[in-house]
């Protein structure tokens, strides 16, 4: 089949984008979800409309009327509809079908519209690197990437003591080393945590969050000998678990560290050596629990003093371990350019690690029409693996800090630029990473310009701290950028890097 293309553009804030409308194409998957062009026509006056057709699952449909798309305008008027056969009808004058969106629109300043699909494209899709940039995601491999993961050392804690909520758990377990040293304690958690390093408290967050692997990161004194760790970790819904990597300062796993409950390869030899055979991961942890109190929330259990800080041996301890599987990435590569999230096997980290830079890339959520708020398509870009950029499936919504473009409780997006599920979209962002003076306090804080589909959404925007579910201190070190694993099967590709410095 010919497919043909015909352009049209439309202007933000000065900016020139252009969309696409797509015909002879393949027929998207819902015919009626999507963006909607045309004109509303009273007597002899015609005026440009246009709509947004939101899925919401089940034959039911919301449409947002407005004067433009994405100019980030209130919509004239939210129509509520249901599919009858092949007609998506929001009442008995209004009306898709033939892939013609008609209808009456009330008021006095109202008329019959008719409207027809249109997709709009990113003017940015498929940028190349410029010279300087790093390539990290071409579809043919992952090499600039790893990947920890929920199925390598996460210790899951609802399979373990049952699923349960406002509560804490406990995991304990020791490390033997062979001199005193400084190592660093890579961390991860779902929801909150608090660690006890020989008795000592060596770290807190009193968060709610999805565990990603190494997003909170401390330094720790290890004693020659046995080491007692002991992790606690709260639970507010969904899942519940933990996780440690233990390394060096340089971030490597380093040799002459044994743990003392090891979990077996497939083999059956005995994982007990936190060295590059394991990438440094704790695989297998004793875990007590569940322990709640009436009334307490999970955040302020957390803080709570409770019997087992000691690790009483009156306490019942049940060993959960994993066994071993090879470190990296689990996403799947599907051979047209793009990666697809697997589900709980933890999120992307690159290799390298950043202070400045441009980063373009692209992504595509998933069409998730049941699905309602951080269940609809659910991703983010951590840069520095402190600061998120939101994905989310948001088409059609208000554009708040916890949608798609947004800084999460630091700043929502100045339009909500969203395309529709299913649709590629482009972020394109400069990142200028925190300042901190010789003693080690902050003297500027971490920006961020970043433009969603072309369009400007932060500029020079400050984020004075660390956002939800990334590492959860700042460093003058540079950071790794990360790519999120939210149970969501949202794709990525085309994503480059270029280093400011």
């Known amino acids: 089949m010919n497919t043909s293309k015909l352009r049209a553009h439309f202007v933000f804030g000065g900016l020139v984008l252009w969309g696409v409308l797509l015909v002879g194409a393949a027929p998207p998957p819902d015919p009626f979800m999507g963006d909607w062009e045309g004109s509303l026509r009273a007597g002899v006056v015609e005026k440009p409309l246009a709509a947004q057709v939101i899925a919401l699952g089940k034959g039911r449909y919301r449409a947002n009327l407005l004067d433009a798309l994405y100019r980030g305008l209130e919509p004239k008027v939210v129509l509520e509809g249901t599919t009858e056969k092949d007609v998506l009808r929001f009442g008995p004058a209004t009306q898709i079908g033939d892939g013609v969106f008609r209808g009456t629109l009330p008021g006095s300043d109202g008329g019959t519209f008719e409207l027809r699909h249109v997709e709009k494209l990113s003017p940015t899709l498929g940028a190349r690197p410029p010279a300087g940039a790093l390539v990290l995601l071409d579809g043919t491999n992952l090499d600039q990437w790893e990947q920890p993961g929920k199925a390598y050392g996460v210790a899951d804690l609802n399979k373990a003591l049952g699923h349960s909520r406002n509560c804490v758990g406990y995991l304990r377990n020791a490390i033997r080393s062979d001199s005193a040293r400084t190592v660093r304690f890579e961390l991860g958690s779902d929801d909150g945590m608090k660690v006890w390093l020989n008795g000592a408290e060596v770290h807190k967050a009193n968060v709610f969050r999805p565990l990603t692997p190494g997003q909170d990161r401390v330094q720790v004194r290890l004693k020659r000998g046995w080491n007692e760790v002991l992790m606690k970790v709260s639970q507010g819904g969904g899942d519940w678990a933990g996780w440690l990597r233990v390394t060096g300062e340089d971030g490597k796993p380093v040799s002459g560290l044994v743990v003392r409950h090891a979990a077996k390869a497939a083999d ?51 060993l959960v371990g994993r066994e071993e599987s090879p470190p990296g990435p689990r996403w799947k590569l599907l051979g047209d350019g793009a990666v697809e999230i697997v589900p709980g096997t933890g999120s992307l980290i690159t290799k390298k690690k950043f202070s400045d830079f441009r980063l373009h890339l692209e992504f595509r959520t998933p069409f998730l029409p049941e699905a ?72 500027a804080d971490a920006w961020v310009t970043a433009r969603h589909n072309g369009v400007v959404i932060h500029e020079k925007q400050p984020i004075p701290h660390p956002t939800g579910g990334g590492m959860s201190r700042e460093s003058s070190e540079p950071g790794p950028i990360l790519l999120q694993d939210h149970h969501n099967r949202v794709r990525y590709r085309n994503i480059w890097v270029l280093p400011l410095n």
């Open 268 to 318: 059956g030899t005995e994982l007990s050596v936190l060295g590059a055979r394991v990438n440094g991961v704790v695989l297998c942890w004793q875990a007590a629990g569940p322990f709640r109190k009436k009334g307490v929330p999970p955040n302020q259990l957390l803080a709570t003093p409770f019997p087992p800080e000691s690790a009483p041996d009156t306490v019942a301890w049940k």
């Open 372 to 443: 309602r708020g951080q269940a609809r398509g659910n991703s983010g870009v951590y840069l520095q693996a402190r600061y998120e950029i939101q994905v989310l499936d948001s088409y059609g919504l208000k554009g708040l800090d916890n949608e798609c473009g947004g800084i999460y409780k630091v700043a929502r997006p100045r339009v909500n630029m969203c395309a529709p599920p299913l649709q590629w979209q482009t972020y394109d962002i400069e990142f200028h990473a925190p300042r901190f003076g010789p003693d080690g306090k902050k003297t």
